[in-house]
């Protein structure tokens, strides 16, 4: 596993670094500062500038380069210092007592305690933008996906499907068309099931959803482990996932029978914030808004404020900004300013980050659990690596 240094700035300088930086300079620089050589920098950078990208949302699509963002923010470290760094095993030095790392993690009575899960935690973080060539440069929305779909088969009047077991393992679920392209998370995970063979699938996939949302700059989400693996038999049948071609009935359908009401629909589509589709996928093609590594509230004022149009191309009907055409949407998202119930969520959350971040901590939260048969009440919430010491 690669071990790529972090660097964290303090308060002092993420304002500084904000206020210095202009808003569509920093949109295009921070989308495409993605090269090998200065991976571990633009990790920083981007840590640094999150909540002035939050605030970004109408610029041109990313074009090629970000030495304006380097030498900005440099100037600014130069003139205000601020930051320090310390490498990932300097982090686990921190995290973890060097007797305790001794003992085996393994074995008839052993329990594991919070600081073996976030050891899980930091090891899913340090993996998350070390091939700076994939998508945007991180594994963070897949990742999302991944704990996402994982969960979302859950059946509430069956009582089947949902994270606990993990049943996309094997073929015939991890075959499904909502699944296509997931084997990359899949196998990015066996790398961390490697190191912490003890932990469950169930588990290990529902918090990296957790880890990747977090380091991205979104909300904490409440984690408790207890989820068990289950074998081929319990795979759920295809359809159980939502339908991006399809509108509000369907959306609906879907969401009502894992639980959830219309407010926490609206929630949980606000993932949409991160990530493309893929042609070879999903069918679709592009990213929703102009910083899929980040983790914002701009899917939604872009919904509002942006006019789509329909894509003139070959593939599924989808959405394109007129403006630039660098951005989509997909049917269902359309669906979410149609329908009136589903668009006064789209309002408020597109008004204020914070309650969209609070509802979507609660919503995904819940996602994460359903079905699950948990012996403690008990929920923690994980130290960010990109946290100040």
């Known amino acids: ?44 950078l981007r840590r640094g500038a999150q909540n002035a990208r939050r605030q970004s949302t109408q610029a041109t699509p990313p074009k090629k380069g970000g030495n304006g963002l380097l030498l900005g923010v440099l100037a600014v470290i130069a003139i205000g210092g601020g930051g320090y760094a310390y490498t990932s095993g300097a982090l686990d030095a921190y995290l973890v007592d060097p007797e305790e790392a001794k003992k085996p993690k393994t074995g008839k009575g052993w329990i594991p305690s919070f600081k073996d899960y976030q050891d899980v935690y930091n090891d899913i973080a340090a993996i998350l933008e070390e091939d700076p060539d994939y998508d945007d440069g991180s594994y963070a929305p897949i990742l999302v996906r991944l704990g996402w779909h994982a969960s979302g088969t859950w059946d509430k009047e069956s009582k089947t499907g949902g994270s606990n077991g993990a049943t996309m393992r094997f073929g015939p679920e991890g075959g499904h068309g909502a699944n296509a392209g997931l084997p990359v998370a899949r196998d990015l995970m066996e790398k961390i099931k490697q190191k912490h063979p003890w932990i469950t699938y169930s588990d290990l996939w529902t918090l990296a959803a957790v880890t990747a949302i977090q380091e991205i700059g979104g909300p904490n989400i409440p984690w408790r482990p207890g989820r068990t693996d289950k074998d081929i038999t319990a795979c759920t049948p295809d359809g159980r996932l939502p339908d991006a071609s399809k509108e509000q009935k369907h959306i609906r359908d879907i969401f009502y029978r894992m639980g959830f009401n219309d407010q926490e629909i609206v929630a949980l589509l606000g993932a949409h914030a ?28 872009l919904l509002l404020e942006e006019k789509w149009i329909n894509k003139k191309w070959k593939g599924p009907n989808q959405f394109i900004d007129k403006k630039s055409g660098g951005l989509m949407m997909l049917p269902t998202d359309m669906a979410l300013v149609k329908d009136k119930e589903f668009r006064k969520h789209v309002e408020r959350y597109a008004k ?38």
């Open 1 to 44: 596993m690669a071990t790529a240094s972090r660097t964290l700035f303090s308060r002092a300088f993420q304002t500084a670094a904000r206020q210095a930086l202009p808003k569509p300079t920093l949109r295009r620089n921070l989308t495409t500062f993605n090269t090998t050589s200065t991976r571990s920098t633009a990790q920083s």
């Open 274 to 301: 991160i990530g493309r589709c893929h042609p070879d996928r999903s069918g679709y093609e592009g990213p929703w808004t102009f910083s899929p590594t980040f983790f914002t509230n701009a899917f939604y004022q």
């Open 352 to 389: 204020d980050e914070k309650v969209f971040f609070d509802e979507f901590s609660d919503a995904f939260a819940k996602l994460l659990e359903l079905g699950v048969p948990f012996e403690k009440d008990d929920k923690w919430t994980f130290k960010r690596t990109t946290d100040d010491a």
